[in-house]
């Protein structure tokens, strides 16, 4: 089957993806916990202010499959004698209570989902100022309760919110982050640091390292950020780089999902080699996860990368 969108124009309405081709309409993501399907729903907007970020990609959806997989809980999507590949769950052997920050999280799909199933202690969402306002940060609230109560502790824009669609309830909130500006950079590093450093410190995991900075989170979440420059035009994988190793810690894993429909989706792979070495060899192919992606060449992959060990 020919890739999706192949000969059509690309518009805020109708992105290039296989799974989802219109931009207006809610989206209802899906999965099986303990048995008992539990849906999440993230809205779109076609909004040109808010494109590319408006839009659900097809690896928000793959990448949210894929933490449903990490969790140990079942995507409704795959069959019930699919199971995550035994070296993604070799790569992250603690869920628990784990710190994520997602970069250009767009809707917010992936990052809720992160933060139903892993139940974390703190899951932030980033994305433009504009992106932010418009459609990640209404999808969380739509997906929450009431926010906790707010304390000193607390970011400026806002306390966490608790989950309701899903039974571990991760805490979750949306900033605003522009990858290389320090002050947003700050902002959310902080944030990590005020709303984890009264919690009692949990037993280290085997193999974990000795000390572990709070406002460094357990996970960095990052999919489809790839896109081809005008010739001459900066390049923003610099800066994305400048963010991701800001935030990195030793402990720090980068779940990175990428499709190769570009050279720009190759030459930031290679940005991110550079510095950061592969944990799962080979890199998880869609249809590893999600079964509905065997139909397409989707040249979609999920790369968990940490930093480069000195030998």
Known sequence: MSPAGEGVEVTPNRPRNFLVTDATKPYTFQYLEYGKPVEITVAQTADEETWPGGALWDIGILLSHFLVALAGFQPSTVTKDVKAPARLLEAV???????????????????????????????????????????????????????????????????????????????ILALPLCWGKEEDEEIVMNCFMKNTKTEKTPRKR???????????????????????????????????????????????LVIFGTRMRMPASADLLSLFLEHMEEVTVPPIRADEIDLSFNKFKHQITIHVLRKKRVT
């Open 93 to 171: 052997p603690s869920t628990k209570n784990l710190t994520v920050l997602e970069l250009g999280c767009g809707v917010g799909l992936t990052g809720i989902v992160a933060a139903a199933v892993l139940g974390t202690h703190l899951t932030i969402l980033t994305d433009l100022d504009v992106v932010v306002n418009k459609v990640a940060r209404p999808n969380v609230e739509m997906n929450s309760t009431a926010p906790v109560a707010a304390n000193k502790n607390h970011s400026k824009d806002g306390p966490p919110y608790r989950l309701t669609k899903a039974g571990k309830r991760g805490r």
């Open 206 to 252: 085997k193999g974990a390292p000795p000390t572990k900075d709070s406002r460094q989170p357990d996970l960095i979440i990052i999919g489809d950020v790839a896109y081809q420059h005008k010739p001459g035009a900066p390049s923003h994988f610099d800066s994305l780089l400048s963010t991701v190793l800001k935030f990195w810690g030793s402990h720090t």
